[in-house]
C-alpha cells in the first residue's frame, strides 16, 4: 500500500472528556481543551472514544460534546465522533442523528460482550456503513472487547465499503496488522490504536495513531510520527525510545485515570473520572510525575 496522504492525517488524538467538581460535562473546558488540542499540532480529534469515557457519557451527554467541540475546532481539522455500539440498529439510529452535527467522519468499535462470531462483525459494519455517507473508521481493540476482529473481516469491509475509510488496530497482534496493511485497497488507512506500538506500525506502512499521550504531549509524540512517515527511521526511533516511558505510564493503570492526572500535572486540569473508574491515587500521581520529568514533558 504505497499512499501518502490519510484524509485524517496522521496523528488524530482521542481527545479526553472534561467534567466539572460534580463530574457533568464542562462544555466551556471542553471548546477550551479542543483548541489546545489543535494548536497543538494534532491533525484530528476524535470525541468521546475510550479515552473520552465513551462507556459513562450518555446519548444526549455525546451530542452535546460533539456539537462543543466542531464549533470550538472550527473546520481547522477534522472532528471524528464515535458513535459505536454493541447493539447494531443503536448503533445506526445513533449515527444517524450525529452525522448532521458537523463531524467530518465516524469510529465504530468492535461490539463488545455479546461476542458475534466473524460474519456478524461483518454484518454489523456493512449495516452501519451503508446507513450513512460519512467516512468510518473501525477500531478493534481484543482487551475490551474480548473478542478479535481478524483481518480477513477488516479487509472485506475495507473492500466491500467505500466509506470504510481506516481501523485503528490495538489487538497488539503484529502479523495481523501486517496483514492489513499488506492487503489494505487504496484509500484505506491502518492507524496504530496504542501509542506505544506507534513506531513499529509506521514502519511496516502504517498511516499514523489514534493516540492518547498527544492529548497531553501532541508535539513530542508528532515527531515520532512525522519522522517515521518522512522515512527517517532512525530518529523516529530516538524520539519515539525517549517517550516511550510515557507511552507505558499513562496506562499504568485503567484509561483515562492517568491522561486526566497528567494533564493537572501539566496545568490544565480537564476535572476527574466518572465512576466506575476512579481517580489516581497519591502514589500513581507521584510516579506519573517522575515519569513526565523524566521524559522532559514535566519540567
Request: charge should be negative; aromatic fraction near 6%; hydrophobic fraction near 45%.
Amino acid at each position: 500500500m504505497a499512499q501518502t496522504t490519510p484524509p485524517f492525517g496522521r496523528q488524530i488524538v482521542a481527545m479526553v472528556t472534561p467534567f466539572d467538581e460534580e463530574r457533568e460535562l464542562d462544555l466551556d473546558r471542553v471548546q477550551e481543551f479542543a483548541d489546545r488540542l489543535v494548536v497543538g499540532g494534532n491533525d484530528a480529534i476524535i470525541v468521546n472514544g475510550t479515552t473520552g469515557e465513551s462507556p459513562t457519557v450518555f446519548y444526549p451527554q455525546k451530542m452535546d460534546l460533539f456539537r462543543a467541540v466542531v464549533e470550538a475546532v472550527a473546520g481547522r481539522v477534522p472532528v471524528i465522533a464515535n458513535v459505536g455500539d454493541n447493539c447494531t440498529a443503536d448503533t445506526v439510529s445513533f449515527a444517524r442523528d450525529v452525522e448532521p452535527l458537523g463531524v467530518d467522519g465516524l469510529m465504530c468499535v468492535v461490539p463488545y460482550y455479546n461476542k458475534p462470531p466473524q460474519e456478524g462483525l461483518y454484518q454489523h459494519f456493512r449495516t452501519i456503513a451503508g446507513s450513512v455517507g460519512l467516512p468510518i473508521i473501525l477500531y478493534n481493540i481484543p482487551g475490551r472487547c474480548v473478542i478479535n476482529m481478524e483481518a480477513e473481516t477488516t479487509l472485506r469491509l475495507a473492500r466491500d465499503c467505500g466509506n470504510v475509510v481506516a481501523v485503528k488496530e490495538a489487538s497488539g497482534r503484529m502479523d495481523q496488522i501486517h496483514a492489513i496493511i499488506d492487503g489494505a485497497p487504496e484509500g484505506f488507512w491502518v492507524y496504530s490504536g496504542d501509542d506505544a506500538a506507534t513506531y513499529d506500525i509506521m514502519a511496516a506502512g502504517g498511516a499514523g495513531v489514534i493516540s492518547t499521550i498527544a492529548n497531553v504531549a501532541p508535539e513530542r509524540m508528532k515527531q515520532v510520527v512525522d519522522l517515521c512517515a518522512a522515512g527517517d527511521l532512525e530518529a523516529a526511533k530516538q524520539a519515539n525510545d525517549a517517550l516511550l516511558p510515557l507511552m507505558n505510564g499513562l496506562f499504568e493503570t485503567s484509561n483515562p485515570i492517568l491522561v486526566k492526572e497528567a494533564l493537572r500535572l501539566v496545568g490544565f486540569p480537564v476535572g476527574g473520572v466518572r465512576l466506575p473508574l476512579i481517580d489516581a491515587t497519591p502514589e500513581q500521581s507521584a510516579r506519573l510525575e517522575a515519569i513526565m520529568r523524566e521524559t522532559g514533558v514535566l519540567r
